[in-house]
């Protein structure tokens, strides 16, 4: 860095990192509009297998294109493959997501490792973590990284800023309220140039959950084989799930009118072919659980051995079940000072796969997309005047606002746990 | 396997190299089984047979052999098919900066990457023999070399007072290493700001900041992505660890 400024060596060398439930984006500023991404994953092999003990050991976790190679039966998946962000937060003493989490830290640092430029002192890195991630979730990568650059020269300086303030900024957004859901919880987290930690509300229901009721339903709907497959219900529910304006209303509507809200899908690359007829209507309960599971109807789904989204505590966090997307937004900006209230219903901004709904032209006005049916659920508690928006490639949004955060703040500027920001630099 | 190799030559022409005759490299004892010259430097590739699979010692002695041509190139790959690739240990490529190819059926994988080394100049080869001549030739030169060392070492007792002097620049140094880090804040300040000009003067009021309309990207943001364009939070961020403190 000798010889170029710090917003010129910044210029080439900020690096962004989003530890997703499901997925790793990475890389440098320089990729441009969009990071590379790989599955946030690791796969331990058994290393008693019998191929192992004759042909020498393997490493002791696999991380990307290469777990197809080690991938055995489905039975001992559940064993080995470990998604360890799957619920946005690792317990302290899982030393095998750990694993995991270095694992990939490495390969996307070592990935774009710049060859002979001899400028390169090592990158700014940013990553972003849940934002109910606890103290020690951030002290582990802290030492994740300094052990990487330790060993690889690759890593001058590092920090990390909730995923929730990382969509704010990649939106262009200073004051908003940030609603991030994934498969296994959502954060709902105001912002007002920071994030204001003290009213964030998490609740223990993401895209998961969407799966779980769609399951029933084609359990229901006498597939009670395909109920069992993980892939065919996230297609299915993909396929045909809707986010109804009002519930009721809808399920009155389709049951007079089946063919028109009939629900059909075709496995691709299969000869199956899942056909809901009569139970058609049921669609619009996949969309209606994922905003809100205190509907009466679901009741029936619980007593029959579905289990009900249940509060739960990780770390030290509250991760709520049965709260509604509305009542959270609600109970969130409740905690920040009145004055700031206004401003922070202006702008809901929704990010995460489990927003991702559509609505078929021939059923608008029935079935709505998921800001319409947030400002619906916010108004019917009294809150007007709201504006909501869908975030543009969500998938993207983390990383960017890494990249942004890197850029901007200035190295001088030294991590603080306090504030809970800054620099932790490894070399002068 | 033989069949297989020029998917191999494929993936290494896909990344601006060129194949290059073994015979051309004037190597001695190990030579690779294809090598490549490209922009970035030499690639060495050595194939991996199938007696890989349940033979530890063909394996150990290929390992050793890339070993011994690491230093002769810039990126050294072991090219293996699908099948022998499940049963390598990459833990040990990785310690030795060995790159795997894996050749499937119609494309190549870089399952691991080999990364970039300078190549060693030639050096004595073990069991060369050195001549008497040598050696006392080598001998006069480490003389002569002793008395420059003495010479150096008197002037440098010479030098020694000039050391106060140069621990006051020293802190000199430091300071300007303190207004350049703060010359780069201003700069990107004024990155932020400039990206702002652009946009119309939000409306007074007492804490938020609303989002900025779109605006024509300004100079000193070209290059970087388009999601810096006209981002307030670029001025925000700029100003952290100074004033501000979060709520």
Known sequence: MASLSEAEYKRKYTFGEDYGTSFYKFGPITCGERPEVIENRGYFPDETMIMFQLMGKPREVVIGEEIAQFLGAREELADRLVYPMRNGVIERGDERAWRVVEEITRYGLERFRPKADPTFDGFFVCASLSAVAPRYMYERLFDIHKRIDEGTGLVKAVTIIPQPLAVAIAHKTPTCVVVESGHGNTQVCPVSRYPIRRAIVALNRGGGDANAITSQILYDAGYSDLAKEETIVRMVKEAIGLVPRDLDEAIRAAKAEPERFRAVVKIPGTRITIDLGDESWARFLIGEYVFNPGHEIFQSYFARGMPRPRDVKIGDVLFRGMLDFGEAIIEAVEMCPVELQPYLYRKVLLSGGNFQWSVPPELEGIAVDSATKIKLLLREKGVEDVSVEVAREPKFSVWRGCIIYGYAVSASFEWSWDRMEGWVRFRP | ?247
């Open chain 2, 1 to 247: 396997m033989a069949e297989k190799l020029y998917l191999v030559k494929s993936w290494f022409k896909s990344r601006g190299f060129e194949p290059i005759g073994v015979d051309e490299l004037g190597l001695e004892g190990d030579r690779p089984d294809m090598a490549f010259r490209g922009p970035q430097g030499l690639a060495f590739v050595l194939s991996v047979g199938e007696k890989a699979i349940g033979n530890r010692s063909y394996f150990t002695e290929l390992v050793m052999k890339a070993v011994a041509l690491r230093e002769k190139c810039n990126f050294l790959y072991l090219a293996a098919p699908r099948l022998v690739a499940t049963v390598l240990d990459t833990e040990v490529l990785r310690k030795h900066a060995i790159g795997l190819l894996v050749i499937g059926d119609e494309r190549v994988i870089e399952v691991l990457a080999s990364p970039y080394k300078p190549v060693e100049k030639a050096r004595l080869v073990n069991g060369t023999s050195v001549d008497a001549d040598l050696v006392n030739e080598l001998l006069s030169r480490l003389e002569l070399l002793e008395q420059r060392i003495g010479t150096l070492e008197a002037e440098i007792t010479t030098l020694r007072p000039l050391t106060v002097e140069l621990s006051s620049l020293k802190g000199l140094s430091e300071q300007v290493n303190k207004l350049s880090a703060r010359i780069d804040m201003i700069s990107r300040r004024l990155d932020a700001l400039s990206a702002r000009i652009a946009a119309p003067a939000p409306p007074t009021r007492l804490t938020p900041t609303p989002s900025q309309p779109q605006g024509p990207a300004r100079p000193e943001l070209e290059g970087l992505p388009s999601f810096f364009k006209d981002n307030p939070w670029l001025e925000i961020l700029a100003r952290r660890g100074q004033d501000e403190v979060p709520a």
